[in-house]
């Protein structure tokens, strides 16, 4: 997991609130992403980063939000929007260089919204 | 759209003997190829990758993984396995996607490991 921290491991909210995941690296990587991780399903991507100020939706990207406003931080929104919201989620980060580099993955955020 | 498909939930082995975790994927262009690990609660630690070259990958952990072209397969192995082994492993394919044109990974949805001592 070095290199990425995600916090809070364990979070837990209401229906009907929004809460925010943090996830911060210093690998000095330009790409950040979003996955999501429910039992035997694999992992589903949310959103996506490439460079600071962009970002792109992912395969499930509805009831989420993002932004990059600094190289480090890709903080990810689970809103009210968002129908099933329990499950882990976590952040990796890869870098951009030439050829099809690895991600590196956070210790991942368990969220249980009741 | 590319897919990866790992067909065994779950594979036993006893401790000392070889084990096989398989994947195969569909992916259009040249198949760029990942195997990550995952411990209970924790994130995905990479282990391998093939880009090019020889078909066998050595990785992390005496881990290496066999890729073939024509059965479109990327399996992991390793002689002799750990009890520490026994975990949840991840194969992934990168492809490009057609609405974007960017880059992703895409999972298999996992094989859980155990090794019995």
């Known amino acids: 997991d070095g290199g990425i921290t995600q916090s809070p491991k364990y979070l837990f909210r209401k229906e009907g609130q929004n809460v925010t995941l943090s996830c911060e690296q210093n690998?000095?990587?330009?790409?950040m992403y979003w996955y999501r991780q429910d039992p035997g399903q694999g992992l589903r991507l949310i959103y996506y980063?490439?460079?600071?100020?962009?970002?792109q939706k992912g395969d499930i990207a509805e009831g989420y939000s993002v932004s990059r406003e600094k190289k480090e931080s890709f903080p990810l929104t689970v809103t009210s929007a968002q129908k099933n919201p329990t499950a882990f989620y976590l952040c990796?980060?890869?870098?951009?260089?030439?050829?099809?580099?690895?991600?590196?993955f956070g210790p991942g955020t368990r969220l249980t919204v009741t | 759209a590319q897919s990866v498909a790992q067909p065994e939930d779950q594979v036993n082995v006893a401790e000392g003997n070889p084990l096989t975790v398989k994947c195969t994927y569909s992916?259009?262009?040249?198949?760029?190829l990942f195997w990550y690990v995952q411990y209970p609660n924790r994130g995905l630690q990479f282990l391998l990758k093939?880009?090019?070259?020889?078909?066998l990958v050595k990785g992390s952990y005496g881990f290496e993984a066999e890729f073939n072209k024509s059965q479109t397969s990327f399996h992991l192995k390793k002689p002799s396995a750990l009890v520490s082994d026994s975990a949840l492993y991840f194969c992934?394919?990168?492809?490009?996607?057609?609405?974007?044109?960017?880059?992703?990974?895409?999972f298999g949805k996992g094989t859980k490991l155990s090794v019995i001592p």
């Open positions: 990796a980060s890869r870098s951009s260089g030439t050829g099809p580099n690895e991600q590196y």
């Open positions: 690998l000095n990587h330009d790409a």
């Open positions: 980063s490439q460079i600071v100020n962009d970002f």
């Open positions: 992916v259009s262009g040249n198949p760029y």
């Open positions: 093939y880009i090019t070259g020889d078909n």
């Open positions: 992934a394919v990168r492809g490009r996607k057609a609405t974007t044109g960017s880059y992703q990974l895409t």
